[in-house]
């Protein structure tokens, strides 16, 4: 059973002089280690919902818990040391050069300057940073990779959360998906919680294990990308998300859940190879293009695993 890292409980939020709450009695649970995506137009308060995790935005009423402790009763500058904050514009300090800026926690909870250096060569090379980019200074940097340092920094005090407000959306659409990848790989690799504010609805399913959808400071629904595509809960989820986008109710299907078994006999060379997670969208293409019968799927060192036919994929749309 997975630990609550994040918990909302029946958490408010009402501006003064706004007619109605941005978050409007809101409970949800965040498990230890997921990558939550929330989704939702401009104005449907997805990123006052983050922001209030770290007290940047004091809820109005109701109750957040952080790995069960409510955030009230930790000191608010210990708190945000705690929790890793990335945002759309970056936010680096101009006057310091990128260790600098990504010592700026580590240094902050008093590391010794040893410890912060290796936290520093460690981050760089996570975030895919080359070492000599140490002592350049952030103008120097194109967008995306000032963004990976605002990741670094965001990581350096080892957080167990971190939030995110659209840390890809300045970002063009090649170094974007490159980004999306590369942390999403980091995420999986360290197991940070992750709760990820996002208008892109490719990039929130791309992203989340699990997905929060918002209108008018409410929570729609809140499920895994494919359930929501699949089972959208009204009438708002399924015009924002396309229900009805078979392709993309593909890309969130794993070769590893839809595959057959394999025909008696060798697998010919000319029969293309995807591995276990691989998804259904990209073998479609693949056998488009290569009009072989079937995809053969390799589960890592266990070698040939099953197949994916075109068939299947026609007939049950990937199940």
């Given at each position: 059973m997975s630990k609550e890292a994040i918990k909302f409980e029946r958490v408010s939020k009402t501006f003064p002089k706004a007619a109605k709450p941005s978050v409007n009695e809101t409970s949800l649970v965040v498990p230890q280690g997921s990558f939550v995506t929330i989704l939702g137009a401009s104005g449907c308060g997805k990123t006052t919902l983050?922001?209030?995790?770290?007290?940047?935005?004091?809820?109005?009423?109701?109750?957040?818990?952080?790995?069960?402790?409510?955030?009230?009763?930790?000191?608010?500058?210990?708190?945000?040391?705690?929790?890793?904050?990335?945002?759309?514009?970056?936010?680096?300090?101009?006057?310091?050069?990128?260790?600098?800026?990504?010592?700026?926690?580590?240094?902050?909870?008093?590391?010794?300057?040893?410890?912060?250096?290796?936290?520093?060569?460690?981050?760089?090379?996570?975030?895919?940073?080359?070492?000599?980019?140490?002592?350049?200074?952030?103008?120097?940097?194109?967008?995306?990779?000032?963004?990976?340092?605002?990741?670094?920094?965001?990581?350096?005090?080892?957080?167990?959360?971190?939030?995110?407000?659209?840390?890809?959306?300045?970002?063009?659409?090649?170094?974007?998906?490159?980004?999306?990848?590369d942390f999403k790989q980091i995420q999986r690799e360290l197991g940070k919680t992750v709760l990820f504010v996002t208008h892109d609805v490719e990039e929130a399913m791309k992203l989340g294990d699990r997905m929060i959808v918002m209108n008018e400071g409410s929570i729609q629904q809140y499920d895994t990308p494919l359930a929501i595509m699949s089972g959208p809960s009204n009438d708002f989820v399924s015009r924002l998300i396309q229900s009805d986008d078979l392709f993309q109710r593909l890309h969130l299907m794993k070769a590893a859940d839809h595959m057959i078994e394999l025909p008696d006999g060798l697998v010919p060379d000319s029969v293309p190879r995807v591995g276990v997670d691989e998804n259904l969208k990209a073998i479609l293409q693949l056998l488009l293009q290569s009009n072989a019968p079937y995809v053969a799927v390799l589960d890592g060192d266990q070698g040939l695993a099953g197949r994916v036919t075109l068939e299947q994929l026609k007939l049950g749309n990937g199940r």
């Open positions: 983050l922001k209030m995790v770290n007290r940047i935005i004091e809820p109005s009423s109701g109750t957040i818990s952080v790995f069960g402790k409510d955030i009230r009763s930790t000191p608010v500058t210990e708190l945000r040391q705690s929790i890793g904050y990335v945002i759309q514009q970056v936010g680096l300090f101009p006057h310091l050069t990128i260790e600098q800026n990504i010592a700026t926690v580590p240094n902050i909870l008093g590391w010794d300057r040893q410890k912060t250096a290796e936290r520093i060569d460690y981050l760089m090379d996570l975030v895919h940073l080359p070492e000599n980019y140490k002592k350049m200074y952030p103008r120097q940097l194109s967008g995306g990779q000032q963004q990976r340092v605002g990741i670094a920094r965001a990581m350096a005090g080892d957080p167990a959360i971190l939030l995110m407000d659209e840390p890809f959306g300045a970002i063009d659409a090649i170094t974007r998906t490159k980004l999306q990848d």
